[in-house]
């Protein structure tokens, strides 16, 4: 459980979350929504204590600014945009330095347990048989679930996820929606995602957080908050006549092939 | 090849450039006669007759220890440099770039004009003086960067470390100008050399170098898990502030340590790592007891190339470094990267 109270947040002297107050239940899944710079990735990464913050933000009770890192690892973990990577790993070192906190500084190396949680967790990633590929060899899709695999590979209870499908056709978007859900569904785990997309959050979960300006401009489940006007003020534009739009698109999309026209 | 193959066959090379270094020089001795003056001066017992008391001698107390504090500076700069690079997370990184070389070439160069000498230990006066101007240089730009950006953000840090070394530059600039008579022992050092080091410089050497290759060992995951960003490994659970500026004192040690006796010398801490990482992979837990190898062996065959191509000249070892590095590591970085995919 993630609790902020009266949280603000932001870099240097510029305040970007202001008074933020709000819980997120563990076993539930949350998407953030809202229009470019309304501070979503700022909550994620104050959640994650990435940042400095104001007022409280408590995981599972304790304070995250009083918790050492690896606590905090234990129980969040922040999938992060792909950097640019400078020096190339395999794929399997890669995912098993999700494993960082359980292991022991001075042990010789990655236990049976460790090698079995990152075998477990190439194969929900659909990776098994890429382990010995260098990650600077790989596609933006490829290395996205690469280190989709080391975030699971930490087996945090909760996973944070900024813009996780920015580089990912939407197969793959599909896919590690699915994947989230598989891994989110013994009620134990959570995700919380900044999405644009959506239809791709909606996927995921049905918990939606609105922010903007830096504000808590509603929370609940998407269909009880996201009224046309409500939509209407947050995006300034119309999100469901353009939808519809969208699917009347669709739907008049053929089922054949052209050639097979008469 | 299986990494316990390279690894073997790296400390082969490794045994081998030593004894080539010991071997070749003014004086021709064969390598049979080098390996027995070796035995006996370790094991004990009697030289034959043939080898002559005088090349025993150059052989044990010069040529040795000289090959001997190669291989460790060598070793102690690349390590630093891989620490470096991964740390602030960049390939054009090396164990020169928070300032350490300017902050020691200023200071050496103050005690060179001034004179002054250590009392009871004189012969450590200047590389004394190298080592303290280093590291105060080290932790004035650590110091800032600190003060600039609490994150201790690698750019903040590679800038302020760049600034200061300028600064302090200048006044090295203006000392040099005003060193008259000294001015070539000045330049001299700021080229680097290992004549003239001895046993003791390397009883000094080895146990820094094997107790900050010990420690860094403990920090290879942390150092892994930071050449993929900041927040990655913070979010793994890795204390990111605090591991950095345990690792950037620990390499910043050792490059002081390397360069106070025998000055300045460049390129083997920037391209070692990269050499090693393409022989060896990326791992810090083997690569950096790699780096320690391929480096010492780089600097022992460099000062090797130094002191006989124009023999009895000397070549400054950091030009040798230089010209015999730079095309060996055009080819090992560029020959792989034929094949790599963007999108």
Known sequence: MIELKSMRAGYGSEEILHDLSFTFESGKNYCILGPNGCGKTTLLRAMAGLIPHKGEVLIDGQRVESMKRRKIASKIAVMSQINTLYFPYTIYDTVMLGRYQHINRFSAGASEEDRRVVDRCLEMTGLVGLQNRMVDELSGGQLQRVFLAQTLAQEPDTILLDEPTNHLDIRHQIDLIEYLKGWTADGRHSVIGVMHDINLALRLTDETVFLKDGRLAGAGRFQRVATKPFLNSIFDMDISAYMLDALEKWKTISDTSSSEKP | MKTGLRFVLALLIGLFCILIGVMIGSAGISLVDVITILKVNIFGGALPERIIKNTANIIWSIRLPRVLCAFLTGAMLSVS????????????????????????????????????????????????????????????????????????????????????????????????????????????????????????????????????????????????????????????????KRTKVVLLGISTLLTGTAISFCGIIGFVDLIVPHITRRLFGSKHRIALPMNALIGGSFMIVCDLIARTILAPRTLPIGAITAICGAPFFAWIYFRRRGGRRHD
């Open chain 2, 81 to 240: 440099g891989a620490v470096m690079q991964s740390v602030l997370r960049n390939p054009l990184a090396s164990s020169y770039t928070l300032g350490v070389s300017s902050g020691a070439s200023l200071a050496a160069a103050v005690v060179t004009l001034s004179g002054f000498a250590l009392p009871v230990v004189p012969f450590l006066s200047l590389p004394t003086a190298g080592f303290i101007g280093g590291i105060l240089t080290v932790c004035a730009s650590i110091g800032l960067a600190m003060r600039f950006d609490r994150n201790m953000q690698n750019v903040t840090i590679i800038l302020t470390g760049m600034v200061l070394g300028l600064f302090v530059n200048a006044f090295l600039t203006i000392t040099t100008a005003f060193s008259g008579d000294h001015l070539r022992m000045l330049v001299f050092w700021q080229m680097g050399s290992f004549e003239g080091l001895k046993w003791r410089n390397c009883a000094i050497l080895l146990p820094i170098l094997t107790v900050g290759l010990l420690l860094l060992q403990l920090f290879t995951r942390e150092m892994d898990l930071m050449t993929f960003g900041d927040e990655q490994a913070l979010s793994a659970g890795v204390d990111v």
